[in-house]
């Protein structure tokens, strides 16, 4: 699907793919929306936190970590650029993101993406859409201009 999501252009879809041959042929499905920012996006991966990221980070493996411990306690966040997510992932947006049903999200060139590991049901897209857009529309407008100047 394509069209416009509150003023974005935006694409959702189902996604199949099969793994494996013979007795370890295995099919794969998930869908996903991909929204279209007017300005590039650093790098930045935000998802449920998980067990295993929770192993990892007792042999040192680590993610960012914020203010919010409950935050930090429920996503997982990686990117290069620690401004930059501490600029997304403020007060407002984290306590938007512990309301809001949980996705995989990942920030790249001028596009955002949210995706689970598994086929939507058709009420999913809206929920995802707005958990994107809801993080959109609170970036301030300053990092909005040092994203579109390239800073």
């Known amino acids: 699907m394509s069209g416009e999501w509150e003023g974005y252009p935006v694409e959702a879809f189902d996604y199949r793919y099969v793994t494996g041959h013979g007795k370890n042929r295995s099919t794969h499905h998930f869908s996903a929306v991909i929204v279209r920012v007017g300005f590039p996006v650093r790098p ?9 990221d929770r192993v990892a980070e007792l042999l040192g493996a680590d993610d960012i970590d914020f203010e919010s411990a409950e935050f930090s306690r429920q996503f997982h966040v990686k990117g290069a650029d620690k401004r930059w997510a501490f600029d997304v992932l403020h007060q407002r947006t984290m306590a938007f993101l512990l309301s809001m ?19 939507f049901a058709p009420e999913t897209f809206a929920s995802a859409l707005r958990v994107v857009v809801g993080i959109l529309d609170r970036l301030p407008p300053y990092v909005q201009q040092e994203q579109k100047k390239g800073r």
């Open 44 to 52: 930045l991966r935000i998802r449920p936190e998980g067990l295993f």
């Open 101 to 119: 049903p949980r996705f995989s999200l990942q920030f790249a060139d001028r596009e955002v993406i949210a995706w689970r590991g598994r086929r």
